[in-house]
Nanobody, 128 residues
């Protein structure tokens, strides 16, 4: 059983930066791919970024481009989402999730097709 807890959200001005953390407990993340999702009020949830535990491959949503990056501290069992140059449209609740790593089976995909564990989310609000 893996428990995921997000932190690092808050209120930030446009153009600012935040780093979200997804801390795992109960098990290591060695066999899971970790993804970040976000959901804004009235909008569908969208996948923002994924990180493979198998080979470190990453996926970043095209619309956020190089403003966002994902990384992992294996010693601390934490996955980070670094967000730079934040825009009002980045306002959402951000969630991390863990699922079977498709790269373990040689898939070209980085993001899992399904997720086993979810965190409770952390709110990010970008506003002046």
């Amino acid at each position: 059983q893996v428990q995921l807890v997000e932190s690092g959200g808050g209120l930030v001005q446009p153009g600012g930066s935040l780093t979200l953390s997804c801390a795992a407990s109960g098990s290591t993340l060695d066999s899971y791919a970790i993804s970040w999702f976000r959901q804004a009020p009235g909008k569908e949830r969208e996948g923002v970024s994924c990180l493979s535990a198998t080979d470190g491959s990453t996926f970043i949503l095209y619309s956020v481009g190089d403003r966002f990056s994902i990384s992992k501290d294996p010693d601390k069992n934490i996955v980070y989402l670094r967000m730079n140059k934040l825009k009002a449209e980045d306002t959402a609740k951000y969630y991390c999730a863990a699922g079977p790593d498709p790269r373990r089976w040689g898939s070209a995909s980085v993001c899992p097709r399904e997720y086993t564990y979810w965190g409770q989310g952390t709110q990010v609000t970008v506003s002046s």
